[in-house]
C-alpha cells in the first residue's frame, strides 16, 4: 500500500478536521503531493498541493480556511481544514501531483449540522 489516507469524519459547519496522508518513500520523496476531493456524482478534483520544499497552492474556494503542509522525513502530507462549509463534503484523496500513483481509499470528510 503506497497511500493511506486518514482523519476524516462528521463535522458541522464552522468545525475543523486535520487529514493525514501516510506515503511510501518512493511514492513521496522528493515529489509535489497533492489533495484532492470527489464528491458524490463529481469528478475528482484538486484542492491543494505542497512542493518537496514546501510551498503550496490552494484552489480559490478553499484559499484561507484549508492549509496543507508536509513532513519529509515521515513521508507525510497533511492537510489541516477550518471554518468547513457543507460544499466541502467528498471522499478526500492524496497522491502525487502531476505523476499519480494508485489511489489510496480516500477519508470521508462529511459537513452537516
Known amino acids: 500500500v503506497q497511500l493511506v489516507e486518514s482523519g476524516g469524519g462528521l463535522v458541522q459547519p464552522g468545525g475543523s478536521l486535520n487529514l493525514s496522508c501516510v506515503a511510501s518513500?518512493?511514492?513521496?520523496?522528493?515529489?509535489?503531493m497533492a489533495w484532492y476531493r470527489q464528491a458524490p456524482g463529481k469528478q475528482r478534483d484538486l484542492v491543494a498541493m505542497?512542493?518537496?520544499?514546501?510551498?503550496?497552492y490552494y484552489i480559490d474556494s478553499v484559499k484561507g480556511r484549508f492549509t496543507t503542509s508536509r513532513d519529509n522525513a515521515k513521508y507525510t502530507a497533511y492537510l489541516q481544514m477550518n471554518s468547513l462549509k457543507p460544499e466541502d463534503t467528498a471522499v478526500y484523496y492524496c497522491?502525487?501531483?502531476?505523476?499519480?500513483?494508485?489511489w489510496g481509499q480516500g477519508t470521508q470528510v462529511t459537513v452537516s449540522s
Open positions: 518513500e518512493s511514492v513521496f520523496k522528493g515529489y509535489p
Open positions: 497522491n502525487r501531483a502531476y505523476s499519480e500513483v494508485a
Open positions: 505542497t512542493s518537496p520544499s514546501s510551498s503550496t
